[in-house]
């Protein structure tokens, strides 16, 4: 069993940034892909970044190219989303969550482990 605690949400200004922290319990994340997911008001759930076990691969979500960056560090047991150039549209509860496979997925359904989320509000 893996549990999973999201910190690093707040309010921030449009342009501005945040990092993301996610620190493992229970079992080390060494041999899981991570990813972060979120969830606006009235919206469906959404891939956002993921990062494969080893940290050499990572994938993002079209909206956050360029601004977001996944990283873990197997040391700490921790996965980080860096957010620069936030957006009022970034404003969403972010969900951090391992995935039983090694590889970074955008699907939801691969992972097996979800954090309780941490709230970031971007405003304009």
């Known amino acids: 069993q893996v549990q999973l605690v999201e910190s690093g949400g707040g309010l921030v200004q449009a342009g501005g940034s945040l990092r993301l922290s996610c620190a493992a319990s229970g079992r080390t994340l060494s041999s899981y892909a991570m990813g972060w997911f979120r969830q606006a008001p009235g919206q469906e759930r959404e891939f956002v970044a993921a990062?494969?076990?080893?940290?050499?691969?990572?994938d993002y979500a079209d909206s956050v190219k360029g601004r977001f960056t996944i990283s873990r560090d197997r040391v700490k047991n921790m996965v980080f989303l860096q957010m620069n150039s936030l957006k009022p549209e970034d404003t969403a509860v972010y969900y951090c969550?391992?995935?039983?496979?090694?590889?970074?997925?955008?699907?939801?359904?691969?992972?097996?482990?979800w954090g309780q989320g941490t709230q970031v509000t971007v405003s304009s």
């Open positions: 990062i494969s076990w080893g940290g050499s691969s990572t």
């Open positions: 969550a391992a995935s039983g496979s090694r590889r970074a997925t955008i699907t939801s359904a691969e992972y097996a482990y």
